[in-house]
């Protein structure tokens, strides 16, 4: 019903940044709250950061707080996690997330649309 894709991985240099996009699908896209998660290699999957439906809220993982930020751009369905002073533990694929529920939303059952993941890989 709700079709999401993430673009942007790419191997980048402890201390560098990233930036990735999520491109979103469909007219209600708008109502959705935003959310990044990653998961490593035999890890589970865990919250990075959550936007809310208007922008004008944000939640971030304290792993991530001062380095990362997320934004979204409602008038062209996007959702953008800007990733700065990367360290080699912020290697993982990265998901974006779309739901509709009350709340912050930091648990990956809370969001009911998925988007394929993208990596990132940064060395030491």
């Known amino acids: 019903q709700v079709q999401l894709v993430e673009s942007g991985g790419a191997v980048a240099q402890a201390g560098g940044s990233l930036r990735l996009s999520c491109a979103g699908s469909?007219?209600?896209?708008?109502?959705?709250?935003m959310a990044w998660f990653r998961q490593a290699p035999a890890k589970e999957r865990e919250f990075v950061a959550r936007i809310g439906w208007s922008g004008g809220t944000t939640y971030y993982a304290d792993s991530v707080k001062g380095r990362f930020t997320i934004s979204r751009d409602n008038a062209k369905n996007t959702v953008y996690l800007q990733m700065n002073s990367l360290k080699p533990e912020d290697t993982a694929v990265y998901y974006c997330?779309?739901?509709?529920?009350?709340?912050?939303?930091?648990?990956?059952?809370?969001?009911?649309?998925w988007g394929q993941g993208t990596q990132v890989t940064v060395s030491s």
């Open positions: 469909g007219r209600s896209f708008s109502t959705y709250d």
């Open positions: 997330a779309a739901g509709s529920g009350v709340g912050i939303k930091t648990r990956w059952h809370e969001y009911e649309y």
